[in-house]
């Protein structure tokens, strides 16, 4: 099993543009997250989704979006960039056991 | 709403002793699970413990273990006989499992940094 892969691993993105950060678990988990981490600071929920063509808000929502049409994939959108996107995004599922499995991260930088 | 604090930005240890990392947490809800996560500077999350709310007794992974005292709402991490490559960020979580309806979501602490000096 891959786990829970990423792609891209880094970006740079210009104010105003738009771009889909990528998603992928092998592991048939229902339940997957996507959380941001700035510099110094723990992570914070973005968006989760428990099941295909069910996602809801997490505690960060303004400025991105997501999609869930597959128990494997969970994009997430950002619609017009701005400099206060720059973070670390991580993407991670959960099988109800007690461990969530985490993505290796995306470092993106909007300027 | 749940909340995490760790309380110590940084700390330092010496090569082969033991330090404890600070956490306290605020719930309402009397089922919750709590996390030991570290961070090294390649970034990815790397989980090292778990603490259920009703687990009589305190979680125990190899040199981890999680000193849970309930009353006093801590869930502190003490690492024994430090290495160099412990040396990371280390963030404290809390998951609700209270009727469902946390669907896994992770609350997290704002860090530590830990340094080990041989």
């Known amino acids: 099993n891959a786990g829970v892969t990423q792609t891209p691993k880094f970006h740079i993105l210009k104010i105003g543009q738009s771009m889909t950060l990528q998603c992928t678990q092998d592991?048939?988990?229902?339940?997957m997250y996507w959380y941001r981490q700035d510099p110094g600071m723990g992570l914070k929920l973005i968006y989760y989704?428990?099941?295909?063509?069910?996602?809801d808000k997490g505690e960060v929502p303004n400025g991105y979006n997501v999609s869930r049409s597959t128990t494997e994939d969970f994009p997430l959108r950002l619609e017009l960039a701005a400099p206060s996107q720059t973070s670390v995004y991580f993407c991670?599922?959960?099988?109800?056991?007690?461990?969530?499995?985490f993505g290796p991260g995306t470092r993106l930088t909007v300027t | 709403a749940q909340k995490i604090t760790q309380t110590q930005p940084g700390m330092f240890v010496q090569e082969k002793e033991a330090v404890t990392l600070d956490c306290t947490y605020d719930t309402s809800d009397q089922s919750y699970g709590l996390f030991w996560y570290k961070q090294p500077s390649s970034g990815e999350m790397i989980f090292l413990i778990y603490q259920g709310s009703y687990d009589e007794q305190n979680a125990t992974e190899g040199r981890y273990s999680l000193n849970f005292q309930k009353a006093r709402k801590s869930a502190n991490l003490v690492i024994s006989a430090s290495q160099l490559g412990d040396s990371a960020m280390y963030f404290c979580?809390?998951?609700?499992?209270?009727?469902?309806?946390?669907?896994?979501?992770?609350?997290f602490g704002q860090g530590t940094i830990l340094t080990v000096h041989p």
């Open positions: 979580a809390m998951r609700e499992l209270a009727g469902g309806t946390s669907y896994g979501k992770l609350t």
């Open positions: 991670a599922s959960w099988d109800i056991s007690y461990e969530q499995y």
């Open positions: 592991m048939n988990h229902n339940y």
């Open positions: 989704s428990v099941g295909a063509g069910i996602t």
